[in-house]
């Protein structure tokens, strides 16, 4: 049963999870390392109804080590600054879920995150390296998202449009854009966020955010004016007017592309369970890329998703703490997040099967090598300067694309706004 409890940085629910049937390694507290007497720590998390990895890695950790992992809950849309407060009032969880990896640099600067760098971490293992700074590791990731390209093989299908192959260039995507557009739907959907045109800059054109010079993300930002205008795409005016969801829109069939991260997949076949979404045959392929050179290992771009230990621990509480994020990287917890349909860190052939075999995934081959293969560049790079050039960058994107100034003058402007700081 929840119980509420009051948090300095606003009302956390704090759920005791039950031991479950999940797979999650040794049963047996001793082969595992736990102490004898059991541990019960905190984790961090967020929507806790609708997301479910945070349940399912506590339960199996529970049944691994016989420790339990009581979850606080937080506003998604404010979580960093709650979870921040209560930190810094002595009550934050044991375990910290790094939602937006743009924050470590500041919960390593605030004297928060534990040195974990005594922590093995697996070789397939990916994404550790945005939790590193100034060679200290602070955090291990469990999941690592990378955006890829949904498609409705359905509206392809009915527009005798050859599905994407996995050699698509942004010629052929803007191509396929124009042939699917339709009375009832565009041919792509590109959410609001500045990463949709800009995440694809960074990584596949040689892109430094630090760099202090913008130039490079013209190019796909004149693509995307471009497809605005010939109505191949709702433009940025009318989509931050009516606030359409990215995931309406395609599971709604309001639009036969959609560029988005992997977490997607186990969103869209929850709704199209529920009939949330519209019944229809999908899949997603590689994104596209600036030339053919990546074919072979298609760039692109995500952040991974971490877990760090409050320095303000029990000390008591430390072994099992750093027992948990080694869990967290295991096959078998791997396993348990693929088998939900999220996209662990730990991407093994074991966790690509289960991954695969949930009912209502994909099972095309080209879903599998987009999924598996891949050179996923960080969205936003581990630094002290990050969240404030990242605020200048979404300022830019907001003028190109509400056509408050031409995209030569908004890079400019980004540009001189970077010196200034």
């Known amino acids: 049963m929840n119980r509420k409890i009051a948090a300095a940085g606003g009302l956390a629910i704090v759920a005791t999870l039950a031991l479950t049937a999940c797979s999650g390694g040794s049963s047996d507290p001793a082969e595992s ?38 979850l606080v809950e937080y506003d998604p849309a404010e979580y960093n600054t709650l979870l921040t407060a209560d930190l810094g ?13 743009k924050y470590v640099s500041t919960l390593v600067a605030g004297g928060q995150l534990l040195d974990v760098s005594d922590i093995e ?14 060679g200290t590791q602070y955090a291990t990731p469990y999941r690592q998202d990378s955006w890829v390209l949904f498609y409705n093989k359905d509206i392809f299908d009915a527009a005798g449009v050859a599905y994407p192959d996995g050699s698509w260039t942004w010629d052929d995507y803007d191509a396929a854009a124009k042939a699917l557009t339709t009375a ?31 130039e490079y993300m013209a190019d796909l930002y004149d693509r995307r004016l471009a497809r605005e205008a010939a109505g191949y795409q709702i433009d940025f005016a009318t989509s931050s007017a009516n606030s359409p969801t990215y995931q309406g829109e395609f599971g709604k069939q309001h639009a036969a592309m959609l560029p988005m991260g992997t977490w997607y997949v186990a969103t869209l076949i929850s709704q199209q369970k529920s009939g949330e979404a519209d019944t229809f045959n999908w899949g997603f392929a590689p994104i596209p890329q600036k030339d053919s050179s990546t074919v072979d290992e298609p760039v692109t771009f995500g952040d991974p998703t971490g877990f760090g230990i409050n320095a303000a621990i029990d000390s008591s509480k430390t072994a099992a703490a750093k027992q948990f994020l080694e869990y967290a990287m295991s096959d078998d917890a791997a396993a348990i997040l693929a088998g939900i349909g999220i996209t662990p860190a730990n991407t093994s052939e074991t966790v690509a099967d289960a991954f695969f075999g949930v009912e209502g995934a994909p099972t095309d081959d080209l879903s599998k090598f987009a999924w598996s293969t891949h050179d996923t560049k960080p969205e936003n790079p581990t630094s002290d300067k990050t969240a404030a050039v990242q605020t200048i960058l979404g300022t830019m994107h907001t003028e190109i694309l509400m056509k ?10 980004a540009d001189a706004a970077f010196k200034a700081l």
């Open 89 to 101: 009032a002595g009550s934050g969880p044991d375990i910290i879920t790094q939602k937006e990896v």
């Open 121 to 134: 971490i697996p070789d397939s293992v990916s994404g550790a390296a945005s939790y590193e700074v100034d």
């Open 404 to 413: 408050t100034k031409s995209v030569q003058q908004a890079i400019a402007d």
């Open 184 to 214: 009832d739907h565009y041919g792509t959907y590109e959410h609001r966020w500045q990463s949709t045109t800009q995440g694809f800059a960074n990584a596949q054109f040689d892109g430094d955010i630090f760099s202090g010079d913008y």
């Open 33 to 70: 390392g736990a102490s004898a007497a059991p541990v019960t720590l905190t984790l961090s998390g967020w929507s806790l109804a609708t997301t479910p990895e945070f349940q399912a890695l506590a339960d199996g950790f529970e049944k691994a080590t016989g420790n339990k992992v009581d």
